[in-house]
């Protein structure tokens, strides 16, 4: 793999495109980017939001985005899972810039729905292998010391749909079941040590107390390494969708982890062999085997810009291809896009926070000369592990399983502009 730096495709880096544009007379010349400011009455002539007063303070109590901005939402797939209570919906990343997703727009997973639960009438358990068992009302977690973190949560399942061939046609299907925000939470180590875990309390089985009654096994050391009893996300309380009031919080590791609307945790000698670590969320191989406890989620990327769903509209000239890039093992050294179906590799601008654990955002900046592209992006974590094409992931576990596809994404760009999910060799 070419580790790179060299100029765009085009033979110009970007400042020699600007200086050139400069020297063939302005504005004008950069492919339609801007125009003239004598030829623009937006600009030369007042408009009615220079005229007038706009709304005044109390006019949205709470902000809500610009009603500019409708098509920039969560989006389902109806004939993808059961019903609406037990279904998905994804982030919309083609919209989207650095690392922080909005509150609103972060992807929701459900089994048995929304659950509808009061504060006050909210209690945690902690019982099983443990001194003394405990019960905590929110206002009992609030006097417990804090932290708050940035991370990723990633659906095991995310871009589950694409194992055995393209399948949907935009980023936001493909990879939309990821987020990240800013979590605030209680560490799980307080309160066992406030319990007081047994010798032999080896495990942990977290329970939602939604209609599903959501289970998961979760070994002790992750959950004295890491672990967040949360409660707010980017400052504000945790949305319904999200688990409110409070939801289990396990970095790096595979959503169906992360408990929502959390109510019991029960300390125990082994894993419980729940429904959600047998018959599901395990990786069903070729051989018939399947793969089980694989938590975390590896290095993975995606070019959110251009897209299916963001085309490129400009014209030829400059063009800012955008993405997304997270590895559960850790920080992400580097991560390369190729215009050229793999052929040839650059390495990406990170740019923005770069939080362990965390969505990073990546640029490349190259001039287009409207001939066809095929992008990629794949990923380069501080531990050395590469994310894989997908032949290669293929080879290795075959094509039954709908979890943890972490391969190489490709994006046709075609000559008009416009974009295809698709595959190559």
Same mark, same amino acid.
């Given at each position: 793999? /070419? ?5 765009? $495709? ?24 801007? $125009? ?23 006019? $949205?109590?709470?902000?809500?985005? /610009? ?51 009061? *504060?006050?009438?909210? =209690? ?8 003394? *068992? ?14 708050? =973190? ?5 659906? $095991? ?8 061939? @393209?399948?949907?046609?935009?980023? %936001? ?25 047994? +010798? ?12 599903? +009654? ?49 109510? !019991? ?7 419980? %062999?729940?429904?959600?670590?047998? #018959? ?6 070729? @051989?018939?085997?399947? =793969? ?14 251009? #897209?299916? !769903? ?20 850790? %920080?992400?050294?580097?991560? &390369? ?23 990073? =955002? ?8 409207? #001939?066809?592209?095929?992008? !990629? ?23 039954? @399983?709908? &979890?943890?596809?972490? #391969? ?16 190559? @060799?």
């Amino acid at each position: 793999m /070419s580790d790179t730096t060299e100029k765009p $495709a085009g033979g110009m880096n970007r400042r020699d495109f600007l200086k050139a544009g400069l020297a063939a007379g302005g504005a004008a010349a950069f492919g339609g980017a801007a $125009a003239a400011a004598e030829n623009d009455p937006l600009i030369t002539e007042v408009q009615d939001w220079n005229r007038y007063l706009g709304a005044g303070v109390q006019a $949205a109590p709470y902000g809500v985005p /610009s009603e500019h901005e409708p098509h920039v939402v969560r989006c389902d797939v109806e004939w993808l899972t059961a019903s609406t209570e037990s279904s998905v919906n994804f982030t919309p990343l083609h919209e989207l810039d650095g690392i922080i997703t909005p509150n609103g727009l972060c992807f929701e997973r459900h089994h048995g729905g929304v659950a509808d639960i009061a *504060p006050a009438d909210h =209690r945690l358990m902690i019982n099983g292998l443990v001194d003394t *068992p405990l019960v905590f009302t929110m206002q009992n977690l609030m006097r417990f010391p804090r932290e708050n =973190r940035v991370y990723f949560l990633e659906c $095991a399942a995310n871009s589950g749909m694409e194992w055995r061939g @393209s399948q949907f046609n935009g980023c %936001q299907y493909t990879h939309g079941m990821v987020h990240c925000v800013m979590y605030t939470g209680v560490p799980l180590k307080l309160l066992l040590e406030e319990a007081g875990v047994k +010798a032999n309390g080896k495990w942990l089985l977290a329970e939602g107390a939604d209609a599903a +009654a959501m289970t998961h096994s979760i070994p002790m050391e992750k959950a004295l390494d890491d672990c967040l009893v949360a409660f707010k996300m980017n400052g504000e309380a945790l949305r319904p969708e999200q688990g409110y009031p409070l939801r289990l919080w396990v970095p790096d590791w595979e959503g169906n982890m992360w408990g929502k609307w959390l109510r !019991q945790l029960e300390v125990g000698d082994e894993p419980w %062999q729940q429904r959600e670590e047998t #018959s599901k969320y395990t990786d069903l191989l070729a @051989s018939g085997k399947a =793969r089980r406890f694989t938590w975390v989620m590896d290095p993975k990327s995606i070019i959110t810009n251009p #897209s299916p !769903q963001m085309p490129i509209t400009h014209g030829k000239g400059p063009l800012v291809i955008s993405g997304l890039v997270w590895s559960g093992n850790g %920080q992400i050294k580097r991560v &390369y896009v190729s215009i050229d179906g793999g052929r040839n590799w650059k390495t990406a601008r990170i740019d923005g926070p770069s939080f362990f654990k965390a969505l990073h =955002r990546f640029y490349l900046d190259i001039e287009w000369d409207g #001939s066809p592209l095929l992008l !990629q992006s794949r990923a380069l974590d501080e531990h050395g592990f590469y994310q894989p094409t997908k032949n290669e992931l293929r080879a290795e576990r075959g094509e039954n @399983s709908i &979890y943890h596809n972490n #391969s190489v994404q490709t994006w046709h760009v075609k000559e008009d502009g416009t974009v295809e999910n698709v595959e190559v @060799s």
